[in-house]
C-alpha cells in the first residue's frame, strides 16, 4: 500500500470516527433528569468535532500539495492542458496524448466538460516527469465536425524540455476561413 493510500485510509477513518454519535452516562438517564449544563457540554464537545473536521480537511489538502511536489518536482515537471474557442467546426469527444510514441494520456469527456471548456475553461490532461532534451509530443482529437461528421485530427509539437516545469497547451479553434477547426499545440513561456 503506498503513502497515499495510507494517508487516505487514516484520513478516512478519522472523519467516520468523528461522524459517529457519542454516547454518554447523561444520554442513558431518562429525559426529565438532563439538566441544562449536560446540553452545553454536547453542544461543546460537537463544536470541537467540527474543529477537528475541518483540521482533518485542512491537513488532507496539504497532504495532496506535499505529495504533487515529491512526485513531480518543478525541474521535471511537464504539464499539458486543453482549452477550446468557439466550437462552432466541432464538438470535442476525446483527446489521447503521445509523448515520446507513448501514450501518457487518453480521455474522454462528457458534454458539461466539453461545454466547460467551450465557456472558457482549462482542463489539465496530463502532469508527469520528463528529463531535459529533445521530446516530441503528439495530440489526436476525436469528435463531430460539421455535418454531424465523425472527426479525428493531430497535431504535434518538437519541443526542448529544459530545467524547470514545461507548460504546454493544446489549443483547440475555429478557422473561419476554410469553415473547419484547427488544433494548435503551444508552448506556456
Do not use: C
Not at 497515499?4 to 444520554?27: C, D, E, K, Y
Not at 521530446?135 to 524540455?161: I, P
Not at 514545461?166 to 473561419?176: G, P, W, Y
Amino acid at each position: 500500500m503506498n503513502s497515499r493510500n495510507s494517508a487516505n485510509h487514516f484520513l478516512l477513518a478519522l472523519v467516520l470516527m468523528l461522524g459517529m454519535p457519542v454516547t454518554s452516562p447523561a444520554q442513558e438517564q431518562p429525559a426529565a433528569v438532563i439538566d441544562g449544563s449536560d446540553n452545553r457540554e454536547f453542544r461543546s464537545l460537537d463544536d470541537d468535532i467540527q474543529d477537528l473536521k475541518q483540521e482533518v480537511l485542512a491537513l488532507n489538502r496539504d497532504l495532496f500539495i506535499l505529495e504533487e511536489e515529491l512526485l513531480f518536482p518543478a525541474n521535471t515537471q511537464v504539464a499539458v492542458f486543453v482549452s477550446m474557442d468557439v466550437g462552432t467546426f466541432f464538438s470535442l469527444d476525446s483527446v489521447q496524448i503521445k509523448l515520446d510514441d507513448k501514450e501518457v494520456s487518453n480521455y474522454l469527456y462528457t458534454e458539461r466538460e466539453a461545454k466547460a471548456l467551450l465557456n472558457g475553461g482549462v482542463h489539465r490532461i496530463y502532469l508527469g516527469n520528463l528529463r531535459t532534451g529533445k521530446h516530441e509530443l503528439v495530440a489526436f482529437f476525436t469528435g463531430k465536425g460539421t455535418h454531424d461528421r465523425d472527426y479525428r485530427r493531430g497535431a504535434s509539437l518538437q519541443f526542448e524540455k529544459g530545467v524547470g516545469a514545461k507548460f504546454v497547451e493544446l489549443k483547440i479553434s475555429d478557422r473561419q476561413s476554410k469553415l473547419q477547426p484547427e488544433f494548435v499545440i503551444e508552448e506556456w513561456e
